[in-house]
């Protein structure tokens, strides 16, 4: 079975009004994702969704409502933490593959957890890393059916 890490900005353009294409994107891919059990977060892209949507987004989200979603975001997901072995196999990551640290961690996440996919934008589409490939679900090609399916 596919299992799927989501990074925070898909979950952030989901409420992006700047970006209205990709909002609607973002906002049925959670949609399709949650009740396949096939997806996953980790306690650094809660995070980073947190903080971006409370000080990045225009209009911000107000703190209130952050939190309420990020309820929601736990309660729809399993949420995957950040240990000593993700730090680990995070900067091995760096040394090894030259990613940012904080891409490495989300990496390093998703193989320890046996995520064999990341959808986020903010990788070059289809690189594969130890086993982990990461997806645009923004890109034009993108299908979630062939990735649940297994094909892609």
């Given at each position: ?5 989501i ?53 911000p ?12 975001l ?6 995957w933490?950040?240990d000593?072995r ?10 090894d593959?030259?990613?940012p ?7 390093a ?19 594969v ?18 990735l ?5």
């Amino acid at each position: 079975m596919t299992r799927l890490l989501i990074d925070s900005n898909v979950l952030v353009y989901r409420l992006d009004a700047r970006e209205p294409a990709k909002r609607g994107q973002a906002h049925q891919l959670l949609l399709r994702l949650q009740p396949t059990g096939a997806a996953d977060l980790s306690a650094q892209v809660l995070g980073e969704f947190f903080r971006v949507v409370t000080a990045r987004l225009s209009p911000p989200v107000p703190v209130t409502d952050a939190v309420r979603l990020v309820g929601q975001l736990v309660r729809s997901f399993p949420v995957w933490p950040i240990d000593e072995r993700v730090v680990l196999e995070a900067v091995r990551g760096v040394r090894d593959h030259h990613l940012p640290y904080w891409d490495s961690q989300l990496w390093a996440t998703a193989k320890i957890h046996g995520c064999n996919a990341v959808l986020s934008e903010d990788f070059t589409d289809g690189r594969v890393v130890e086993g982990v490939t990461f997806h645009d679900p923004f890109a034009g090609h993108f299908s979630l059916t062939t990735l649940l399916s297994g094909s892609a």
